[in-house]
């Protein structure tokens, strides 16, 4: 069946990068966009980003802009997110989330999410 | 603040009608779509586009907009619905996407 799933938690420093994968099976790789969302405990949704795995091609939020790498590997269907200069604000659950083809701007399909920690 | 305004709580009558909100200026040009999340859950999509829903959503949500409002409607609420919900679109700029706050929807 179509899933994501993605790597498990992480407990960071502050300063230091993460790097969360989120593997995709049950469908073609290449022909969805993946995006990434976090959480902070207790609040809403963020959006962070997307990456075309076809291309490489990303745009990413102006609030992580020069802090965020999106990329992917087509061989393994993967992408990758990388926070860089974590903050203890950075501590949240991150998500995957694939593209829907038919209207887009819309996500049929999430990762089960990964916790990311960052505290000294 | 998000560009996508919602109500953070709003409570409603099992069996009952409830309307959940989302505004924003993007909203004129763009669909929302809207998200369904449990506690210790992934959100799910319950309404995207023109009102279309997702295979395996039940036909009481259904959604609409208006000018800048979206709405996702909920009609005879059962207590499985109780949930945050949040909607989804694109930014003023049209260049980026943005989640609305989120509501804590309450089934009484």
């Known amino acids: 069946q179509v899933q994501l799933v993605q790597s498990g938690a992480e407990v960071k420093k502050p300063g230091a990068s993460v790097k969360v994968s989120c593997k995709a099976s049950?469908?073609?790789?290449?022909?969805?966009?993946m995006h990434w969302v976090r959480q902070a405990p207790g609040q809403g949704l963020e959006w962070m980003g997307w990456i075309n795995p076809n291309s490489g091609a990303t745009n990413y939020a102006q609030k992580f802009q020069g802090r965020v790498t999106m990329t992917r590997d087509t061989s393994i269907s993967t992408t990758y997110m990388e926070l860089s200069r974590l903050r203890s604000d950075d501590t949240a659950v991150y998500y995957c989330?694939?593209?829907?083809?038919?209207?887009?701007?819309?996500?049929?399909?999430w990762g089960q999410g990964t916790m990311v920690t960052v505290s000294s | 603040s998000s560009e996508l305004t919602q109500d953070p709580a709003v409570s409603v009558a099992l069996g009952q009608t409830v309307r959940i909100t989302c505004q924003g200026d993007?909203?004129?040009?763009?669909?929302a779509s809207w998200y369904q999340q449990k506690p210790g859950q992934a959100p799910v999509l319950v309404m995207f586009?023109?009102?279309k829903w997702p295979s395996g959503i039940p036909d009481r949500f259904s959604g609409s907009s208006s000018g800048n409002t979206a709405a996702l409607t909920i009609t005879g609420a059962q207590a499985e619905d109780e949930a945050d919900y949040y909607c989804?679109?694109?930014?003023?700029?049209?260049?980026?996407?943005?989640f609305g706050g989120g509501t804590k929807l309450t089934v009484l």
């Open positions: 989330a694939r593209e829907e083809e038919e209207v887009g701007d819309t996500y049929d399909i």
């Open positions: 989804h679109s694109r930014d003023s700029s049209g260049d980026h996407l943005v």
């Open positions: 049950g469908y073609t790789f290449i022909g969805y966009y």
């Open positions: 586009g023109k009102n």
């Open positions: 993007s909203l004129r040009s763009y669909y």
